[in-house]
């Protein structure tokens, strides 16, 4: 009797270790498919993400961040600002525009990267004489004086030149005009070239920082004495 109990016994407790065992199994298994399921949204998450942001980032909105002092006091070093990179693709620039642009011209390739306002657009002649700037075009062969009131600081060299623009070349200039190196000077030779429709970015739709400066279109002008 002793010795059938133990068999008994000993039965049920393999019994029990087996179901023991596939239950342990079980859960591992389950364990596993959970874990590759999350793993699996994780990536597909990122793959869509980057389908995504990375088309943006491309062609349509980027950051940038104002480097130095050439547009003072429209915007300041730091400035941290979304560039809109679609809308030149359907509209022209405008007078006014300030814009990114990417430009390597001799003397400083290491900085690609530009922001200035738009001053003369295509088939304009542009005058300059001191702090005056003249625009001379078909609808005004007689020239008309530029209103630039985000210009304050006007002690800067009495510089004159005149440029005549092509059909696709714009003439850009920084509002800090003592500390820009812009269209004036940007040649290789040191003198005055004019910027070429390709090489423009985009223009800045938001401000986002400094926060006391958050604004929509930042430096936009339009009120020119034409």
Do not use: C
């Amino acid at each position: 009797q002793i010795i059938s109990n133990t068999i008994i016994i000993n039965i049920y407790s393999m019994d029990e270790k087996n179901n023991s065992t596939g239950q342990k199994n079980s859960e591992s298994k389950s364990f596993v498919q959970k874990a590759w399921s999350s793993i699996r949204e994780v990536v597909e998450f990122a793959i869509i993400a980057l389908i995504i942001i990375v088309p943006l980032r491309m062609y349509v909105a980027q950051p940038f961040i104002v480097n130095g002092e050439s547009m003072d006091p429209t915007f300041k070093d730091r400035d941290y600002l979304i560039v809109d990179e679609l809308s030149y693709r359907f509209e022209k620039p405008s007078r006014g525009d300030v814009i990114i642009l990417k430009y390597e011209y001799g003397y400083e390739t290491s900085k690609p990267y530009f922001i200035k306002r738009i001053v003369g657009l295509p088939g304009e002649t542009v005058l300059i004489n001191g702090n005056v700037t003249t625009i001379k075009n078909n609808a005004r062969p007689e020239g008309f004086v530029l209103n630039e009131p985000y210009i304050i600081e006007k002690n800067y060299p009495n510089q004159q030149l005149t440029i005549a623009l092509s059909e696709k070349e714009y003439f850009v200039m920084g509002d800090n005009r003592s500390h820009s190196k812009d269209a004036r000077t940007w040649s290789r030779t040191g003198g005055a070239e004019a910027l070429k429709e390709e090489d423009i970015i985009g223009r800045p739709i938001f401000r986002l920082f400094p926060i006391s400066k958050l604004s929509l279109f930042p430096g936009k002008f339009e009120e020119y004495s034409e």
